[in-house]
């Protein structure tokens, strides 16, 4: 445990994409060894970089109701690991929030995973989380990766950015919400009944 500690404590200090920033650097992560349920998603908004809390902003709100989960059980590290592919603000570009920056998985992510050794369920938020998780998907689009859904199941499943940006989406895919939402409230309750 004084391992994990540490590793948290070099992370939530890391200045190492500082010049590409808009902001000062602020690692924004929630984790501990115990946690059977790991969130993976992009990077942290400006909200969520101006509190701190990971998912503390709309978003956050909808993913909450996605999984079925209070914001004290979501906010439990001991429960839920929130690891996006980069731990700060990466600015806003035309279409929304900029990519997370690279280096910040190369430099932590690893190790970070490495960590969470009780993790049943894997989800997987946006683009660039899928693209690290799932690995090579040969072309295929977010919304067929998450239309997939059985394809990891149960131990990942890939969902689109509960971003407001991302209402369309939900408007063209009811099968979404429909049939995958209720089954994964399901997996959640499951998951993270057993480390009660």
């Keep these: 445990m004084?391992?994990?500690?540490?590793?948290?404590?070099?992370?939530?200090?890391c200045t190492a994409c500082a010049a590409q920033l808009p902001l000062a650097p602020r690692p924004v992560l929630q984790m501990h060894p115990a946690a059977r349920l790991l969130l993976a998603a992009q990077a942290p908004g400006r909200r969520v970089h101006?509190?701190?809390?990971?998912?503390?902003?709309v978003s956050g709100d909808r993913l909450r109701q996605w999984l079925g989960l209070s914001r004290e059980v979501f906010y439990d590290a001991q429960q839920v690991a929130l690891v996006p592919m980069a731990f700060c603000y990466p600015g806003t570009g035309a279409s929304g929030d900029l990519p997370p920056p690279r280096q910040c998985a190369r430099l932590w992510r690893q190790r970070l995973l490495s960590q969470l050794t009780h993790v049943e369920l894997t989800v997987v938020i946006g683009s660039h989380a899928l693209a690290y998780h799932y690995g090579s998907r040969r072309g295929q689009t977010l919304t067929e990766a998450?239309?997939?859904?059985?394809?990891?199941?149960?131990?990942?499943v890939a969902l689109p950015h509960p971003s407001p940006r991302n209402n369309r989406w939900l408007v063209r895919n009811r099968w979404f919400e429909a049939e995958l939402l209720p089954v994964l409230q399901k997996r959640v309750a499951e998951v993270l009944a057993g480390s009660a």
């Design 146 to 156: 998450v239309r997939d859904w059985q394809r990891h199941w149960p131990r990942m």
């Design 50 to 57: 101006e509190t701190g809390i990971p998912f503390n902003d």
């Design 2 to 13: 004084a391992g994990f500690a540490q590793l948290l404590r070099e992370v939530r200090a």
